[in-house]
């Protein structure tokens, strides 16, 4: 046989496998199919009983604590893995619409689910129950395998007494404000693990809100101005409003759901040994500046002086500021680090630590030789400090 010919009788066979291959292929396909859906159609029962909490649970809130919910486990028609979300809903509810739902532990395949006691908190107040009051809801498991989903047909009552205070901020969760009345997404700056703080400009009658971020998590926070106080919304807020624009100082303490809003009148440097004054100019988001600032020191019999306080006039009160740490060395260079971070201090004319001018901003031989640039931060993203720049003779 030659080879023309043993090469044909290989390519027929070759194109008859063809069909045959193509076949078996479509075959296989189809049985993938049918595997994913018949994995989707199987059946699944619903929790036949539950364990804990027991029915009519009654707790008071607590800012740190879990409660454990937990229920026997639900079988599927092949034996498989069933999956589990815990549902809450209105006591007149039906779970139709869950005002709630979390899966259960370990990924939603664990036959239980541990709730902080701030999400139970956070719950009520989406039914509606105000903070330190008490308000009860019912809670039931949907069991799921694929598209098949089965709620119980049983159910739980537990009541609650919400919390006065509002759940703290988690580590790395940060707090800004925002609205159409706020200069939107300024950054709220930490005092301590419960108190926040802000200074920003407020416009009159429009409404401003707070809202934190952690990852793709996101809370938002409203102030309730009749009785000085803030609380968690679950809602878009409507936010809150001022009766005047200007610029405020906002505290937030997280631990007694109190805001304390104040109008800073204004902001000025004080220079200790004349009393003389000059006012800055609010420029935007916790920033104060002044410009072409007149360094004007002071002769004395020991060369001169160079004290001098920031003073804030707040809701008509002054309050004056010093330095944050204290430094009773001389006049510090301009780039001593921390010198000029500032904190509220002792009210007096030689009173409380007081600010001496750095050397850049001192001569000897002309005491109002130079002039400068000073810029007040009171800024979450740094101590509250203020800043010479662009000195000039």
């Known amino acids: 046989m030659n080879q023309t010919v043993v090469n044909n009788i290989i390519m027929k066979c070759h194109i008859g496998r063809l069909p045959l291959l193509a076949f078996m292929l479509a075959l296989m396909l189809f049985a993938g199919c049918a595997e994913k859906t018949e994995f989707r159609n199987v059946m699944v029962t619903e929790v036949p009983n539950f364990y804990e909490p027991a029915d009519n649970r009654y707790l008071v809130l607590q800012p740190v604590g879990n409660l454990y919910f937990e229920w026997e486990r639900a079988s599927s028609e092949d034996n498989s893995i069933v999956y589990y979300d815990l549902l809450f809903d209105r006591p007149e509810g039906d779970f139709s619409s869950p005002v709630y739902v979390v899966p259960s532990d370990n990924r939603g395949i664990g036959t239980g689910a541990t ?68 200069e939107e997404g300024q950054q709220v700056k930490r005092l301590s693990e419960h108190i926040y703080e802000i200074y920003t400009h407020l416009e009159a009658d429009k409404p401003y809100y707070f809202y934190s971020e952690l990852g793709g998590n996101r809370r938002t926070f409203t102030v309730v101005k009749e009785d000085n106080t803030f609380r968690e919304t679950y809602d878009a807020p409507e936010g809150s409003t001022v009766s005047a624009s200007g610029e405020y100082r906002l505290k937030l303490d997280f631990e007694t759901a109190v805001v304390t809003i104040q109008r800073v009148d204004k902001v000025e440097i004080r220079v200790s040994w004349t009393s003389a004054k000059e006012a800055f100019q609010y420029a ?23 004290r001098y306080k920031i003073i804030f006039t707040v809701n008509g ?5 010093g330095q944050a740490g204290t430094f009773y060395d001389p006049r510090p260079s301009i780039d001593r680090p921390g010198y000029r971070d500032m904190a509220p201090t002792e009210s007096g004319q030689w009173a409380g630590a007081q600010f001496k001018f750095p050397n850049e901003l001192c001569d000897p031989g002309n005491l109002s030789r130079y002039y400068t640039d000073v810029r007040i931060s009171m800024t979450a993203e740094r101590n509250y400090t203020h800043d010479f720049l662009n000195i000039r003779d």
């Open 115 to 182: 709730l902080s006691h701030s999400t139970l908190d956070r719950i009520a107040a989406m039914m509606g129950v105000e903070p330190g009051m008490e308000g009860a809801f019912k809670w039931t498991v949907r069991s799921s395998r694929g598209l098949n989903q089965v709620v119980a047909t049983s159910y739980r009552t537990i009541t609650v007494v919400r919390l006065t205070s509002v759940p703290a901020l988690q580590a790395g969760e940060l707090l800004y404000i925002a609205g159409e009345g706020a």
């Open 284 to 306: 935007g988001k916790g920033i104060w500046e002044l410009k072409d600032y007149n360094v004007r020191l002071t002769s004395t019999d020991w060369g001169f002086d160079e």
């Open 317 to 321: 009160v002054e309050e004056e500021w």
